[in-house]
């Protein structure tokens, strides 16, 4: 599972991650138009810019955080991810890798990850005052979680975070700026579930490249 193997040495994980943010950085900036369109559908456009802006800043200080252990590499991600994507996302993807990071710190034996990442999604769910159903991201992280737990393996979780972000076209939103549509919001893909549909590929995609399933 996802980080349940140490990597071979202390520069082969550095080189990982960065791999991974850099993976990520492009995944979002090939997408920023697709992303600003499902944004514009039913909120105001901005999404696909946000998450560039935040990924950008991310891989800017790649080395930095390549360099520190995991679990303060999470934090210190997080906290870029706060202050650089901005709007509702913003807070909700710093406080997803502000937890992971707090929970591994707190939990070091890596096999614990699934454990981690699922109190880390709740903790996402709090700072939204959101349930998954609400045509938001949680509608991606939530159901991606369980199967995390479940030890599904990376190829088949990467495919399965996309048929998440689907769910959310027939949903109500009920959270953020997609909610003052009400029922108009429903036919439309949620881009926040997008984004995340998006980054959970490209993270599965980079680990099992890297042979961590
Ligand atoms: P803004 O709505 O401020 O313009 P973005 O466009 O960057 O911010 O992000 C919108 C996305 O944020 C939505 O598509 C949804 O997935 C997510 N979102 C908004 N509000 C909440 C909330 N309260 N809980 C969970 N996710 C939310
Ligand atoms: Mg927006």
């Known amino acids: 599972m996802i980080l349940a193997r140490e990597p071979k040495s202390a520069i082969d994980q550095a080189a990982q991650i960065c791999r991974v943010i850099e ?3 492009n995944a979002i900036a090939a997408q920023e138009a697709h992303l600003c369109g499902l944004d514009r559908a039913i909120g105001d456009g901005d999404h696909g810019t946000n998450m560039r802006r935040g990924l950008e800043a991310l891989a800017a200080e790649r080395q930095q955080l390549a360099a520190m252990p995991v679990p303060e590499a999470m934090i210190a991600a997080g906290t870029i991810l706060v202050m650089s994507i901005g709007g509702a996302a913003g807070p909700l993807y710093g406080t997803l890798l502000l937890e992971i990071g707090k929970g591994l710190a707190a939990e070091p034996a890596q ?4 454990d981690v990442f ?3 999604v709740a903790a996402v769910a709090r700072r939204g005052k959101s349930h998954p159903g609400e045509k938001t991201l949680l509608d991606v992280l939530y159901p991606f979680s369980e199967a995390v737990i479940s030890d599904t393996p990376l190829q088949q979780l990467a495919e399965k975070a996309q048929g ?3 769910m ?3 949903m109500k939103a009920m959270r953020g700026r997609a909610s003052f549509l009400g029922e108009r919001s429903v036919g439309h893909m949620d881009p926040g579930a997008a984004s995340c549909a998006l980054l959970c590929q490209v993270v599965c995609h980079e680990l ?3 042979g961590a399933a």
């Open 118 to 120: 699922q109190q880390a």
């Open 23 to 25: 993976a990520c950085r």
């Open 111 to 114: 096999a614990k990850f699934p």
């Open 164 to 166: 998440f972000a689907d």
């Open 168 to 170: 959310t076209i027939d």
């Open 208 to 210: 099992a490249k890297a």
